[in-house]
């Protein structure tokens, strides 16, 4: 549904079957939230208490840089899911850059840097990720230097 409809919604949002279609992928992602929010959630809520930001928006910027730290984890799910979603030659980098190019066309912030987050502010925001209820249910199991490294990424723009 997202694949479909979320570029619709936004260049036409007058568009009511996309913006269906979104209420009914959010009204889904709602209840995926059972199985977890992970690192994406976990670094957004501190970024979002600190610098001000939209929660949705930050979990854009960092979806990327979170997707190729799990990728041992979760490689498998997204390669069905690429070919699910009718991506060519479908695997983790197809997906990858689907994700990529949708945050492109969305005009989403590439890094958290555009933002105002600096790499100054990683260890605290790592620390506060590090103990943020959604921590626990990531893939794969992040320290509060993991934490750093992955804010820090995702602050220059390193996948």
């Keep these: ?94 997906f990858l850059d689907w994700v990529l190019e949708m945050r492109d066309t969305l005009h989403i912030p590439k890094t958290l840097a555009e933002i105002g987050v600096g790499e100054s502010d990683c260890s605290r925001l790592a620390a506060m990720a590090m103990v943020d209820p959604s921590a626990g249910t990531n893939p794969v199991k992040l320290s509060e230097q993991d934490y750093a490294e992955l804010l820090r990424r995702s602050v220059l723009g390193i996948l």
């Design 1 to 94: 549904l997202v694949h479909r409809s979320l570029e619709r919604c936004v260049t036409h949002p007058g568009d009511l079957d996309a913006r269906a279609c979104m209420m009914a992928a959010s009204l889904m992602g709602a209840t995926a939230f059972q199985r977890g929010l992970g690192a994406m959630h976990a670094m957004a809520h501190p970024i979002g208490a600190v610098f001000d930001a939209h929660h949705g928006l930050i979990n854009a910027v960092v979806m990327p840089y979170v997707l190729c730290w799990n990728r041992p984890a979760i490689e498998g799910r997204l390669v069905r899911l690429a070919a699910y979603i009718g991506l060519a030659n479908p695997g983790f980098r197809a």
